[in-house]
């Protein structure tokens, strides 16, 4: 029995990170696992494992431990991967490619249907199974096949326009790789990875320890 | 003046993002800029902007702006890019070789010198004119060059012994591409990048809303 409340976003990774144990467990023809087995891999806490389920109800029996399939399923029924989420890529640059390519996503049911590059050299392609498509075609094809979520690996000064853009078309969220915020309507959800930062916030710490 | 404060991650982060404005506008032959300049592509507000410098002391002058080229160096001095920063990349995988070739690392002054694999069709090879390593030279290599930084980009199963063994060899600060907590020493500083994991609480929050 899932609550409907809101969990906090820290909360939603690591159940995230659950997910990946238990698929990892499945894999191994685990059926039953404890908290430890779990979460040890991950380097998480049982304590917080538990305290992470405890807000969605209770899952596991005390001394047999967690069905791993059952709770598999209820982690994705949560974080609603329990269905494929249709993605478009743009841009098909050097990160955009091995992103096409990263097998992380498809774990997630996160399915990336189209990539989107400008470059004539890329058009029409097929790379990792997934076409290229036009950017000009962008509009059409996000529309017809109602796509919501789109992963943005395009340089600094063309992110601006094309989030907007694909806004127009229908999409509610982003995955941004551009190093700039992005303004969008406030029912737009963004989430931004920026690795350079990332790595100079580590640099950062660095000097001053 | 710099004040020997500790600043919020947040802040650290927007200061990353004025430097990259800051780049641009140099590029670009300006030579004066007012907060609106600097901040207008990154999207964030003046305000905000002025804030995050007076943590460090005054820099521009009012009614003149600011100097683009003093504030670039002053901003990579708090940063501490205004030096080389020797990194190594382990696991040249389909992200891994993207990283190679990400320019926005180089804008930051990190440097990757080498990498490192398992993979004997790897191994010699020169890719982004980085030379990759077998891994078991790792430890030679990073102790030689003193290297502080690693970027992470294998897979779960490698990262957590990997990561131990880094350490072992002088690593402080690693950028963890792999989707698992590292257990380090306290005084090892890791930041986690989980494109897959940003990408599902996405869906969470398109699913709630």
Redesign the interface.
């Known amino acids: 029995m899932l609550k409907k409340i809101?969990i906090p976003?820290e909360t939603?990774?690591r159940l995230?990170?659950y997910l990946?144990s238990l698929r990892r467990l499945g894999q191994q023809g685990v059926d039953l696992a404890s908290s430890e087995e779990i979460t040890g891999?991950?380097?998480?806490s049982p304590a917080q494992f538990r305290k992470d389920l405890s807000y969605f109800g209770g899952f596991g029996k005390r001394g047999v431990g967690y069905e791993v399939k059952v709770l598999r399923k209820e982690i994705e029924k949560?974080?609603?991967?329990d269905v494929i989420?249709k993605?478009v890529l743009v841009g098909v640059g050097?990160?955009g490619?091995?992103?096409l390519?990263?097998r992380?996503?498809v774990?997630?049911n996160?399915q990336i249907v189209v990539a989107f590059d400008n470059d004539p050299g890329k058009i029409g392609k097929i790379w990792e199974g997934i076409k290229i498509e036009d950017i000009s075609k962008a509009k059409k094809i996000i529309k017809k096949n109602k796509i919501?979520?789109a992963?943005l690996s395009v340089p600094?000064q063309a992110a601006?326009e094309l989030s907007k853009e694909l806004v127009s078309y229908g999409v509610?969220?982003?995955?941004n790789f551009a190093?700039?915020?992005?303004?969008l309507p406030k029912?737009i959800?963004v989430?931004n990875?920026?690795?350079?930062?990332?790595?100079?916030?580590?640099?950062?710490?660095?000097?001053?320890?």
């Open positions: 809101g976003q939603a990774r995230s990170l990946r891999f991950l380097n998480i949560i974080l609603g991967t989420w993605i050097k990160l490619s091995a992103l390519g990263y992380g996503f774990e997630f996160l919501k979520i992963i600094a601006k509610k969220a982003i995955l190093p700039i915020n992005l303004v029912n959800f989430s990875v920026d690795m350079a930062s990332e790595l100079e916030s580590l640099v950062y710490k660095l000097k001053r320890s």
